[in-house]
Each structure stands twice: as structure tokens, then as C-alpha cells.
């Protein structure tokens, strides 16, 4: 039996959607989150400067004394992962590579869709990933950034959604894919909107949900669950605006947010 908590960090709010799929798929485990939220957005950040912020937030959950490190954010998954998996003495996972995989067998036709930041979709951390996994994939990357503001003003299921859905995806539904990744966290958020414009046919693949997957897998291996089926215990902790992740972050959980604390970014340093 392990009880140490397992720690998730991510730039902002959107990393609690794989926080949401892990205490779905891990009921009893004990999980810390960091949101980043005084130096969001990392995607228009240096590759050194992303390293920096990562190796920060996940030294402070190593200091809570997490069992293992969920890299939620896609940016810092794309250009960190290696780099803290050499450095930490614990398991660190990111989110690109189980949503990669999970695509790569999805196809029938070979024909996958990536939806994601700028940053993310610029970064082709999916696509060759995706390509790794199947070499005659043929893989099309759309920069969708209007969803996040959208997911965070609620208006995810509105005309506005369906509209900006169809303005983006009219490419990918031209391309004729038959699997879609949601490449950020916010979008599963938007789940519903999307299959709805881009039609029953098109699987859609969501990392958050693949991620907690891996990580039940891993702590299975590693024999590092938790068997004590008490309440688990939830901690949130913001570098800024708190009040914000509280708000935008109990839609995204479907729970009220308690247990959150901010802590200056000096004191990640």
C-alpha cells in the first residue's frame, strides 16, 4: 500500500480535466494539483524557459512527497517529459504519448485529426508521436484557440461553439479522418460540440482519459496503489488567482474546489 498522493501539474485550469479522468479511474487515490496560472501560457514560452517552469512545479510536488508526476499541460508533456523523467526518482508521465497511441489504433483509414494550441499543434509533439506508432499515417493538425476561451467562459455547448467547431474542422471533415485528437486540455470540455460537427464516424480521443489509463497501469506495476479506501484527499494549489481556478475549475471537475491555496511562484524556485 502506497497512500502518498499523486501530483498533477499543468499551466492553468485545463489540466483538471485529466485530474477529473484519474479520480474516475483511481477512486481512492490522494492527488495534488498545481495550476501554473501566473505564467500561463507556456506555448508562447522558450523550450528553456518551459524546462525551467516544469522541473519547478514538479520539484514543489516532489516536496509534498507525491508517488508519481502527471505532466497534464501538452506543451511542457511535449518538450519537458524526458528531461524530469531523467532528473526525478519518481515515475513522471505525460499526456501526449498515451493520446498518441491510443489515436494510432483507432484509425481504420489512417487519416487522424490533432486539434490543439498553436503552440502544441506548431510544436508536431502529436504528430510525430502519432507517426511513431504508425509509419503510413497520414496526420493533419488544426490550431484551434478560440476553444479555450470558449470552455472557460461556459459557453461550450452554445451556437458560438457549434459555429467556431465548424469554422475549424471543416478541414479535417474534408480530409475524411476517422479519429480526432482533443490535443489540449480544455477540449474534452467541448466533447459534445465537436462530435457533433465532425459526425458519429470520427472517433474521438481524449489524452485525459488515455493518461489515467497509463497511470493505473503504472501504479499497478509499481505496485504503488493505494489500498486504504478512506475519502481520498484533494489538494489545489494555484500561482495565481486562486478565486479563478475555483471558479472555471469546479465546472471542469464537476465538484466544488476546496482545499485550495495559492503559493508564490518564488516559492517554486
Known sequence: MDNRPIGIFDSGVGGLTVMREVMEQLPYENIIYLGDTARIPYGSKSEQTIKKYAHQCSAFLKGKDVKTIVIACNTASS????????????????VIDPGARSASKATENGRIG????????????????????????????????????????????????????????TELIEH?????????THYPILRYTIKKVVGPHVKLINPAFETAKDLKKLLNEKNLFNENYDIPRYEYYATDAPERLRRIGGNFLKKEIDNLYEIAIDNLS
Not at 518538450?79 to 505525460?94: H, N
Open 79 to 94: 518538450i519537458a517529459l524526458d528531461s524530469l523523467t531523467d532528473y526525478f526518482d519518481i515515475p513522471v508521465i505525460g
Open 114 to 169: 490533432v486539434i490543439g494550441t498553436t503552440a502544441t499543434i506548431n510544436s508536431y509533439a502529436y504528430q510525430e508521436k502519432i507517426m511513431e506508432y504508425r509509419h503510413d499515417a497520414e496526420v493533419i493538425g488544426i490550431p484551434c484557440p478560440l476553444f479555450v476561451p470558449i470552455v472557460e467562459e461556459g459557453w461550450e455547448y452554445s451556437h458560438v461553439a457549434e459555429l467556431t467547431a465548424e469554422k475549424y474542422l
Open 176 to 184: 475524411d479522418v476517422d479519429a480526432l485528437v482533443l490535443g489540449c
